[in-house]
């Protein structure tokens, strides 16, 4: 099955600062997912983005699917975007499930 | 709009007893997923419904494993008998459409002892 890895593992940062998260898989794909899942285990979803670039507030992602990349940046760090995100993708042939990479584990603090 | 609902949050129980989930998706979803995430790792796919045909359930352990989502609406996972390995988070989650952008619960922690 497709491959899917994060990195860093984990990210430790000052509030304020910014942070450039990692995906890269094994496969083509198009579907491919963002989230955050909080502290408390709710599972929130960012992007839908299985190619280009997206915006959204401090946030913004781009895929590279050609090179089977996608980044997520997060800008001016706040102690709420805390938490675990997942990097989801899904291969290009028929109506194969979403397959989650292991996680970024990020810590933000004041 | 009501996001996807699910319950109970928690459940503990012994091995080998049975437990069931419950879970309403987001109101227009054709597709609903239910997850299964041990601690530590990401959503693993355990069922996937398109209405109430199933779509995918290539990861269920159907052994023990059951579910339905009749009427194309709520939808119920069940376990029986349950085993330690069991407990996990199970999250359920829905679409618009198949491959579409996916909304999920605050899920189930289960825990078997």
């Known amino acids: 099955g497709i491959q899917v890895e994060q990195s860093p593992p984990d990210l430790i940062l000052q509030e304020g600062a910014n942070s450039t998260l990692r995906c890269n898989f094994s496969?083509?794909?198009?579907?491919l997912q963002w989230f955050h899942q909080n502290p408390w285990g709710q599972l929130i979803n960012l992007f839908y983005?299985?190619?280009g670039t997206k915006q959204n507030g401090r946030l913004s992602a781009t895929t590279v699917a050609t090179e089977r990349y996608s980044l997520l940046y997060i800008s001016s760090s706040q102690t709420t975007d805390s938490g675990v995100y997942f990097c989801?993708?899904?291969?290009?042939?028929?109506?194969?499930?979403?397959?989650f990479g292991k996680g970024t584990r990020l810590s933000v603090i004041a | 709009e009501a996001g996807v609902a699910q319950s109970p949050r928690y459940k503990i129980i012994e091995k080998r007893q049975s437990v069931a989930f419950w879970c309403n998706p987001i109101?227009?979803?054709?597709?609903l997923y239910w997850y299964q995430q041990i601690l530590g790792q990401g959503p693993k796919l355990l069922i996937q419904?398109?209405?109430?045909?199933?779509?995918?359930d290539s990861q269920l352990p159907k052994d023990r494993f059951s579910a339905e989502r009749l009427k194309g609406v709520d939808s119920t996972l069940k376990i029986q008998p349950a085993k330690l390995e069991d407990s996990a988070v199970y999250l359920c989650?829905?679409?618009?459409?198949?491959?579409?952008?996916?909304?999920f619960g605050p899920g189930t922690r289960l825990t078997v002892l």
């Open positions: 989650a829905s679409s618009l459409e198949v491959r579409g952008q996916q909304f």
């Open positions: 496969d083509s794909v198009n579907n």
């Open positions: 983005i299985p190619s």
């Open positions: 989801a993708v899904a291969r290009n042939s028929g109506n194969t499930p979403l397959v």
């Open positions: 109101s227009g979803h054709a597709t």
């Open positions: 419904f398109q209405n109430n045909g199933v779509v995918d």
